[in-house]
């Protein structure tokens, strides 16, 4: 099927083509069946990459090494479900997972605005299938998943054993469905710029796909450092690492701008910055996936670097960059804002900090990340600067956001009187207070500022949003007498934005109470040891119990079963092994399954014990040296061996060859059971990290309150709310005569 | 196979892309106005909007009643301001008011 794979990118790439035309012509004329006709050009690139998806993961699946990346990246000892997602491992099969999302989610949002935004929606479409153009063309032209070669070989490299790793079959789609995402409100605000409308509509139409955008970035974002933690076997779980920071930097844009654009749709303001946001978020999603592709920064997740591939994007990226600013400056009159700040005690303004801080510190983290490549285009040597380098002005301004995260939730539009405003900061004040009290008599806790303000701060959060709860959960009862628990339901129910982003700032507050708690209060230990041996770490007596090793056709894993207790009392008995995959070096029969150096397929399978107030965290290295000689001894014995049965006649060969490799296969169980019964020290990474199980438990609840916002409103509760109730305006200078449309009341709940 | 899938594919892309331009379309009313009516229908629900929030901040007690009278005057002048241009594009649009 590959040559229908094949011939399905080109006219995948053809309707792009033909779509762009048909819109831009379809816009400059007027005309709407070429609107149309061009809309459903990408309803018709989504489908044809969808089917193109589907023939290639088949591919995979059964395991068809006539496909380039199949051979490259897959094996039949690769488990099922890790080879139907082995296709976004490689470049060729992501960049077709990027096309099908891109098609997919530009479908959708063409599709909820065909009858909305009808001046700005022919632009918005001609730039999403722009990069539809972009994209489909670098698949079918210069990484063309469908290559195949022949003769087949007649097994596959396999897949990088790093991503043998559940999260891995979840967390590239969710980070490409965020960046693509983050092109439909970049495509409506270019749309609204060249049209000429840039009222608040076009924001309305496209808040869900920033939100989406959002959600599913923080959700990728998430999966990642989880794999991190626990299968890199370093021990953490952000390492600042270019392509963490490249998902990291638009997340962090898009949560300004569905800050902010809340400002424009109740203020007027903010017109210049809004759209320079959104545009920014859109430019930043493609300079993320420029980095995973591009390699020019070293990172343990991008891809091999491909100069075909980097010119396009850099092209790219300049024509984002330029364009963007051309346009803005070209609607810099419509862009005015109609309104000035109320009082800089108001939400509107705790907003416009919250976004300053937010985009300084994509910008420090811009700058710090791409400062290897800006050192070496002044100086002509690249400077390497790690994760120090990032945290004298990432932590306050995160202390900073944290802050203004609980603030904005209880200072109303417009104003407030002073006299209300004490009374909402008393409760979570006081939390506040009451917590740092407390910790400043726990050893050590103030020794380590950013956790200590770190906590407190989170405490506030969290007890602004549970006030914000307990009063509008108050104020339903006593309109509708529903029970507590209904009144609270309802209230979420009838105000999910609202809510929905009080629930986030919660979930964000406990992800950085974590965050703080894990990295200043860690401990971690190395340790080489023999089996009997123990060390002690934060208290903990870590035992090395005994070794083991498991020899399957997949791999060969060393490993160590650790025995955890305190004050003589056992915590946890956990395994933690190095597994070894074979290379493909076909000059070592028996050496090539025992690989350690550069370039080879290791993988570290942790040993984790999580709970809420600790994690307790193993890592082997596993020394296998005292094995080579056998190995090697190995090696030439079945060389000479295999070099035998291969000069059989053909008819005796396949059977010799049978017995050979039987022969093989029970030396390196016998060399696998060696490790085994001679107890060689291993070296060990140990840690005890306090509460890092809230940065898990704060992220869902951040998601939830994500999915909370981004929910759509039951039928009808719309029309309900949009029922008029015939009273006409209380305004306080009422016109000289009554709109036809009577204002409508406020339904509450 | 592969023929068959790729041309039932591309016949299959073809109807559904050509069917707009297959069927004659008569005259739209002016693109112009009708996005204005709905740039005005937009910033009228995001003003009902920004009038049930001051509400919600009323009940909930960050607003004092004096503030709140204010700012929901305020608020509903300006609604009152969008309902009328709001009229005066469907009338120019040719929409019936109030609709």
């Given at each position: 099927?590959?040559?229908?794979?094949?011939?399905?990118?080109?006219?995948?790439?053809?309707?792009?083509?033909?779509?762009?035309?048909?819109?831009?012509?379809?816009?400059?004329?007027?005309?709407?069946?070429?609107?149309?006709?061009?809309?459903?050009?990408?309803?018709?690139?989504?489908?044809?990459?969808?089917?193109?998806?589907?023939?290639?993961?088949?591919?995979?699946?059964?395991?068809?090494?006539?496909?380039?990346?199949?051979?490259?990246?897959?094996?039949?000892?690769?488990?099922?479900?890790?080879?139907?997602?082995?296709?976004?491992?490689?470049?060729?099969?992501?960049?077709?997972?990027?096309?099908?999302?891109?098609?997919?989610?530009?479908?959708?949002?063409?599709?909820?605005?065909?009858?909305?935004?009808?001046?700005?929606?022919?632009?918005?479409?001609?730039?999403?299938?722009?990069?539809?153009?972009?994209?489909?063309?670098?698949?079918?032209?210069?990484?063309?998943?469908?290559?195949?070669?022949?003769?087949?070989?007649?097994?596959?490299?396999?897949?990088?054993?790093?991503?043998?790793?559940?999260?891995?079959?979840?967390?590239?789609?969710?980070?490409?469905?965020?960046?693509?995402?983050?092109?439909?409100?970049?495509?409506?605000?270019?749309?609204?710029?060249?049209?000429?409308?840039?009222?608040?509509?076009?924001?309305?139409?496209?808040?869900?796909?920033?939100?989406?955008?959002?959600?599913?970035?923080?959700?990728?974002?998430?999966?990642?450092?989880?794999?991190?933690?626990?299968?890199?076997?370093?021990?953490?779980?952000?390492?600042?690492?270019?392509?963490?920071?490249?998902?990291?930097?638009?997340?962090?844009?898009?949560?300004?701008?569905?800050?902010?654009?809340?400002?424009?749709?109740?203020?007027?303001?903010?017109?210049?910055?809004?759209?320079?946001?959104?545009?920014?978020?859109?430019?930043?999603?493609?300079?993320?996936?420029?980095?995973?592709?591009?390699?020019?920064?070293?990172?343990?997740?991008?891809?091999?670097?491909?100069?075909?591939?980097?010119?396009?994007?850099?092209?790219?990226?300049?024509?984002?960059?330029?364009?963007?600013?051309?346009?803005?400056?070209?609607?810099?009159?419509?862009?005015?804002?109609?309104?000035?700040?109320?009082?800089?005690?108001?939400?509107?303004?705790?907003?416009?900090?919250?976004?300053?801080?937010?985009?300084?510190?994509?910008?420090?983290?811009?700058?710090?990340t791409f400062f290897p490549l800006i050192s070496e285009a002044?100086?002509?040597?690249?400077?390497?600067?790690?994760?120090?380098?990032?945290?004298?002005?990432?932590?306050?301004?995160?202390?900073?956001?944290?802050?203004?995260?609980?603030?904005?939730?209880?200072?109303?539009?417009?104003?407030?009187?002073?006299?209300?405003?004490?009374?909402?900061?008393?409760?979570?004040?006081?939390?506040?207070?009451?917590?740092?009290?407390?910790?400043?008599?726990?050893?050590?806790?103030?020794?380590?500022?950013?956790?200590?303000?770190?906590?407190?701060?989170?405490?506030?959060?969290?007890?602004?949003?549970?006030?914000?709860?307990?009063?509008?959960?108050?104020?339903?009862?006593?309109?509708?007498?529903?029970?507590?628990?209904?009144?609270?339901?309802?209230?979420?129910?009838?105000?999910?934005r609202r809510y929905g982003g009080y629930i986030v700032h919660?979930?964000?507050?406990?992800?950085?109470?974590?965050?703080?708690?894990?990295?200043?209060?860690?401990?971690?230990?190395?340790?080489?040891?023999?089996?009997?041996?123990?060390?002690?770490?934060?208290?903990?007596?870590?035992?090395?119990?005994?070794?083991?090793?498991?020899?399957?056709?997949?791999?060969?894993?060393?490993?160590?079963?650790?025995?955890?207790?305190?004050?003589?009392?056992?915590?946890?008995?956990?395994?933690?092994?190095?597994?070894?995959?074979?290379?493909?070096?076909?000059?070592?029969?028996?050496?090539?399954?025992?690989?350690?150096?550069?370039?080879?397929?290791?993988?570290?399978?942790?040993?984790?014990?999580?709970g809420f107030t600790r994690d307790l965290w193993a890592a082997?290295?596993?020394?296998?040296?005292?094995?080579?000689?056998?190995?090697?001894?190995?090696?030439?014995?079945?060389?000479?061996?295999?070099?035998?049965?291969?000069?059989?006649?053909?008819?005796?060969?396949?059977?010799?060859?049978?017995?050979?490799?039987?022969?093989?296969?029970?030396?390196?169980?016998?060399?696998?059971?060696?490790?085994?019964?001679?107890?060689?020290?291993?070296?060990?990474?140990?840690?005890?990290?306090?509460?890092?199980?809230?940065?898990?438990?704060?992220?869902?609840?951040?998601?939830?309150?994500?999915?909370?916002?981004?929910?759509?409103?039951?039928?009808?509760?719309?029309?309900?709310?949009?029922?008029?109730?015939?009273?006409?305006?209380?305004?306080?200078?009422?016109?000289?005569?009554?709109?036809?449309?009577?204002?409508?009341?406020?339904?509450?709940? | 196979?592969?023929?068959?899938?790729?041309?039932?594919?591309?016949?299959?892309?073809?109807?559904?892309?050509?069917?707009?331009?297959?069927?004659?379309?008569?005259?739209?009313?002016?693109?112009?106005?009708?996005?204005?009516?709905?740039?005005?229908?937009?910033?009228?629900?995001?003003?009902?909007?920004?009038?049930?929030?001051?509400?919600?901040?009323?009940?909930?007690?960050?607003?004092?009643?004096?503030?709140?009278?204010?700012?929901?005057?305020?608020?509903?002048?300006?609604?009152?301001?969008?309902?009328?241009?709001?009229?005066?594009?469907?009338?120019?649009?040719?929409?019936?008011?109030?609709?």
């Amino acid at each position: 099927m590959a040559p229908a794979g094949k011939a399905l990118l080109v006219l995948a790439l053809l309707a792009s083509v033909y779509g762009l035309f048909a819109s831009v012509y379809g816009a400059r004329t007027g005309r709407h069946e070429w609107v149309d006709s061009a809309r459903r050009a990408m309803y018709v690139l989504a489908g044809m990459a969808a089917i193109a998806f589907v023939i290639l993961d088949v591919a995979f699946i059964t395991s068809d090494f006539s496909y380039k990346i199949v051979a490259s990246g897959s094996s039949t000892t690769t488990p099922f479900l890790y080879r139907a997602a082995a296709i976004w491992a490689t470049q060729q099969g992501s960049l077709l997972l990027w096309v099908l999302l891109l098609s997919s989610w530009s479908s959708l949002a063409l599709f909820v605005t065909r009858h909305r935004v009808r001046d700005i929606a022919p632009y918005a479409q001609a730039v999403l299938l722009g990069f539809a153009v972009f994209f489909t063309a670098l698949t079918a032209l210069f990484a063309n998943p469908f290559n195949t070669t022949s003769p087949a070989p007649a097994e596959g490299a396999g897949l990088d054993p790093l991503l043998r790793h559940t999260t891995m079959m979840i967390h590239p789609p969710m980070l490409y469905s965020g960046l693509t995402l983050m092109l439909v409100p970049f495509s409506f605000a270019v749309g609204a710029l060249i049209s000429g409308r840039l009222g608040a509509e076009w924001m309305q139409v496209t808040r869900r796909f920033a939100l989406a955008a959002w959600l599913c970035l923080g959700i990728g974002v998430l999966l990642g450092m989880r794999w991190s933690y626990t299968e890199l076997g370093w021990g953490g779980y952000w390492a600042w690492d270019p392509v963490e920071n490249a998902a990291l930097m638009p997340w962090l844009v898009a949560t300004a701008y569905i800050h902010s654009i809340m400002i424009q749709e109740k203020r007027g303001m903010l017109k210049v910055w809004n759209a320079s946001l959104v545009l920014l978020a859109g430019t930043l999603a493609i300079v993320g996936d420029f980095l995973v592709r591009s390699g020019i920064l070293s990172s343990i997740h991008a891809f091999v670097s491909d100069p075909t591939l980097n010119t396009s994007f850099v092209a790219l990226i300049a024509v984002m960059v330029i364009g963007s600013i051309g346009l803005v400056t070209w609607r810099r009159e419509g862009l005015r804002t109609e309104a000035g700040l109320d009082s800089l005690v108001s939400r509107e303004a705790v907003f416009l900090f919250q976004n300053l801080a937010l985009v300084a510190l994509t910008a420090v983290i811009f700058w710090i990340t791409f400062f290897p490549l800006i050192s070496e285009a002044v100086t002509g040597t690249q400077v390497s600067v790690g994760p120090p380098a990032f945290l004298p002005f990432v932590v306050p301004l995160a202390l900073i956001v944290v802050a203004l995260a609980g603030i904005g939730p209880i200072i109303p539009w417009r104003r407030v009187s002073a006299a209300k405003l004490r009374r909402s900061f008393v409760f979570p004040v006081a939390v506040w207070l009451g917590t740092m009290v407390i910790l400043a008599f726990v050893s050590g806790v103030t020794r380590h500022l950013f956790a200590y303000l770190m906590f407190g701060f989170g405490a506030f959060v969290v007890a602004t949003v549970a006030q914000e709860f307990f009063r509008g959960a108050r104020a339903r009862r006593a309109m509708t007498g529903d029970s507590p628990p209904a009144a609270l339901a309802g209230l979420v129910r009838r105000n999910r934005r609202r809510y929905g982003g009080y629930i986030v700032h919660a979930g964000v507050a406990v992800a950085l109470i974590g965050v703080a708690a894990s990295t200043s209060f860690q401990h971690q230990r190395y340790a080489t040891l023999t089996p009997g041996q123990s060390v002690r770490i934060a208290g903990y007596k870590v035992t090395y119990v005994r070794p083991f090793a498991t020899a399957t056709a997949e791999k060969i894993s060393f490993g160590a079963v650790l025995s955890w207790s305190k004050g003589g009392q056992h915590v946890t008995t956990m395994r933690t092994s190095y597994g070894l995959y074979p290379s493909q070096d076909g000059l070592r029969p028996v050496g090539r399954f025992f690989e350690t150096g550069d370039g080879a397929s290791v993988e570290s399978h942790v040993g984790l014990q999580a709970g809420f107030t600790r994690d307790l965290w193993a890592a082997i290295n596993a020394n296998i040296a005292p094995l080579q000689s056998r190995i090697n001894q190995g090696d030439v014995l079945f060389s000479r061996l295999l070099a035998q049965d291969l000069a059989l006649p053909a008819a005796r060969q396949a059977a010799q060859l049978r017995i050979a490799y039987g022969l093989r296969d029970e030396l390196i169980q016998v060399l696998a059971q060696r490790y085994v019964s001679h107890p060689w020290a291993a070296s060990f990474k140990l840690e005890d990290s306090p509460l890092v199980t809230w940065l898990w438990i704060g992220a869902i609840i951040a998601a939830l309150g994500g999915l909370t916002a981004l929910w759509p409103m039951p039928p009808g509760a719309s029309r309900r709310r949009r029922r008029a109730a015939g009273l006409r305006p209380r305004a306080t200078a009422p016109p000289d005569r009554s709109p036809s449309e009577p204002i409508r009341e406020p339904e509450l709940v | 196979m592969a023929y068959v899938l790729v041309l039932a594919v591309l016949a299959g892309a073809v109807y559904l892309i050509s069917a707009p331009l297959r069927v004659v379309t008569r005259p739209a009313r002016s693109d112009h106005d009708a996005a204005e009516v709905a740039e005005l229908e937009a910033a009228r629900d995001a003003k009902y909007a920004e009038i049930r929030d001051a509400e919600l901040d009323l009940r909930t007690g960050k607003l004092s009643d004096d503030d709140h009278a204010a700012i929901d005057g305020s608020l509903r002048a300006e609604a009152v301001d969008i309902l009328h241009r709001l009229d005066r594009a469907r009338e120019t649009d040719g929409i019936p008011s109030g609709a």
